[in-house]
């Protein structure tokens, strides 16, 4: 067996479940395998204690001048999902093996195997003497658990860096690399209308008495998109895709074959057209759910309290505080006089950008095109890294690639990965420490 594979395989042996409180020291030692790799390199490394979290923050400086060399900050996390439900894999979770041209996992594709990538070709550059860049790692255990330790510990740490690199996504299909420059932001709010004190009669007082649910359906049709746009005070600050983008965007499978591979309808006639713009350029609202009165049993029942979770996915842009304001106002604005609305906001996060043009970005796509031979189309994603925002408020150009492809079952059984794109990714994790040399 190859030497990254025996290597890499002591790494994903670690059941480093964050979800699973049985198995904190497992993410620890997973942590401590990375600080060792990183020290093996010839670099500095520690497992540091965040509030209870375990972060690996190490460096690998350049191999001279490393005074003036540019810094590539390189993030990744060391955790994995829980591998339920057992019986569905084909081979043990935590027993890596590679089968026809895949290496089977948990953690191969999200994100140990990918992870090892980076640390791979920093050390590889660093052991012959060619490292141009001081590569930084800070590493987090929670990044399946949805924990934010290293954002906050990258919001406190003030050295900056002239690029970052994460390596936790994957290619739009076999040998089609990609850059995610944005990600999109979430808002997300509890809303609870009242119209009386307790339910009534419908018989009584149907048609007098105000309905909560009425209340609750005419207030949300308020804010909901029509042909695939929100209401103007809610799209504020969006940055639209560039040409560049745009052009790049025709490269992704159609929209409508998105939809109807997940079996899902069309919002509108234009929506699968639309499909990446709105997704990831366009702010989304989404009801999550709705609960009033009696929608199983048949009760004759006048509701007066009625409850529902709207999310609402901010674009690239736009700033949670201003639409969180808008959301409310609009909200406000919709409800029928006497009925009484309880807001609550659970949670926010920002969107993130990278500048399509930034010169790490062009950088980047150069490596990844010298050792793969095609340069990695620009996208966004219509989820959520709140990573992301925080590099990208610190001025810092991400590089967010990946080798894992959209079959890679992260999350599930037989998570995989091309077992070839090991060797390959610690090459373009080589050419890409060599280029962002050049900032
Ligand atoms: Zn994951």
């Not at 919001?155 to 420059?181: H, K, L, Q, T, Y």
Request: hydrophobic residues 45%; contains cysteine.
């Amino acid at each position: 067996m190859s030497e990254w594979f025996d290597e890499l395989a002591q790494f994903l042996r670690i059941p480093s479940i964050s979800a699973d409180p049985a198995h904190a020291a497992d993410v620890v030692r997973a942590g401590e395998w990375v600080r060792d790799l990183i020290r093996g390199a010839g670099g500095s490394a520690e497992v540091v204690d965040w509030h209870g979290q375990p972060l690996v923050v190490g460096e690998v400086r350049a191999s001279s001048n490393a005074e003036s060399a540019p810094t590539v900050l390189c993030y990744g996390h060391f955790d994995v999902q829980p591998p339920d439900p057992l019986e569905l894999w084909s081979s043990p979770a935590f027993e890596p093996e590679i089968r026809g041209d895949r290496l089977y996992g948990r953690g191969v594709a999200d994100d140990k195997g990918q992870l090892y990538l980076l640390l791979a070709g920093a050390r590889a550059l660093a052991r012959a003497g060619r490292l141009p860049v001081n590569v930084r790692f800070a590493c987090d255990g929670e990044e399946e658990t949805g924990g934010h330790s290293i954002v906050e510990f990258l919001e406190a740490d003030d050295r900056g860096a002239d690029a970052a690199i994460i390596f936790d996504s994957g290619m739009i299909g076999e040998d089609v690399p990609a850059f995610n420059i944005a990600t999109r932001g979430l808002l997300y709010f509890h809303v609870e209308v009242s119209t009386g004190s307790t339910d009534l009669h419908s018989g009584l007082y149907g048609g007098a008495a105000m309905n909560a649910a009425h209340a609750l359906v005419r207030t949300l049709q308020a804010l909901l998109a029509s042909d695939g746009r929100l209401a103007e005070p809610l799209r504020e600050g969006i940055v639209p895709p560039t040409a560049r983008e745009l052009e790049d965007w025709r490269q992704l499978p159609a929209g409508a074959g998105e939809l109807a591979g997940q079996g899902a309808t069309p919002a509108d006639p234009a929506a699968a057209e639309e499909f990446y713009l709105r997704t990831t350029a366009e702010p989304a609202l989404d009801i999550n759910g709705i609960a009033t009165g009696s929608p199983h049993l048949e009760k004759t029942v006048l509701p007066v309290r009625a409850v529902a979770n709207v999310s609402v996915r901010l674009a690239p842009g736009q700033d949670p505080e201003t639409i969180a304001a808008a959301f409310e106002r609009l909200i406000r604005a919709a409800l029928p006089d006497g009925a009484q609305l309880d807001l609550q906001r659970w949670s926010s996060a920002r969107p993130g950008i990278v500048p399509p043009d930034a010169r790490a970005i062009l950088l980047g796509q150069d490596a990844f095109e010298r050792v793969l031979g095609v340069r990695p189309v620009l996208v966004r994603s219509g989820g959520t890294l709140p990573i992301v925002a925080a590099l990208a408020d610190r001025g810092i150009p991400t590089i967010i690639s990946g080798f894992s492809l959209p079959d890679a079952q992260i999350h599930a059984p037989d998570e995989n990965l091309p077992a070839r794109y090991v060797p390959l990714g610690i090459e373009t994790a080589q050419a890409l420490f060599e280029e962002l040399g050049k900032l």
